[in-house]
């Protein structure tokens, strides 16, 4: 049964960090690409960050870059995000989840579709 589960959601000050963790279980996760996704109230859910598969090239959400970090470790089977310098528009559930593929060439690794997704953790962040 193949299954993801995020935790090291929580509350910080703004300036603060978090590290989010994504364990997969029930597939290779090196074999397809993986993503980071959040969604705030009221609002869509949107893409943060993923790592593609076929080049392990890595794709970040403009109001994140330099912020956030996406890592992977394939011996693990579990995939990161470290969360520095949050500030409120960063509150949201944050979801990961797996793109099994097919995947089109000279695409970014956010085109999708994804096809299993985590349960979420919240991360909220205030003064």
């Known amino acids: 049964q193949r299954e993801l589960v995020e935790s090291g959601g929580g509350s910080v000050q703004p300036g603060g960090s978090l590290r989010l963790s994504c364990k997969t279980s029930?597939?290779?996760?090196?074999?397809?690409?993986i993503g980071w996704f959040r969604q705030a109230p009221g609002k869509e859910r949107e893409g943060v960050s993923c790592?593609?598969?076929?080049?392990?090239?890595?794709y970040y959400k403009d109001s994140v870059k330099g912020r956030f970090t996406m890592s992977r470790d394939d011996g693990k089977n579990t995939a990161y995000l470290e969360m520095d310098n949050l500030n409120p528009d960063d509150t949201a559930v944050y979801f990961c989840a797996v793109d099994y593929g097919p995947y089109s060439p000279d695409t970014s690794c956010m085109t999708g579709p994804y096809d299993d997704w985590g349960q979420g953790t919240q991360v909220t962040v205030s003064s």
């Open positions: 790592i593609s598969s076929t080049d392990g090239s890595t």
């Open positions: 029930g597939f290779t996760l090196s074999f397809y690409a």
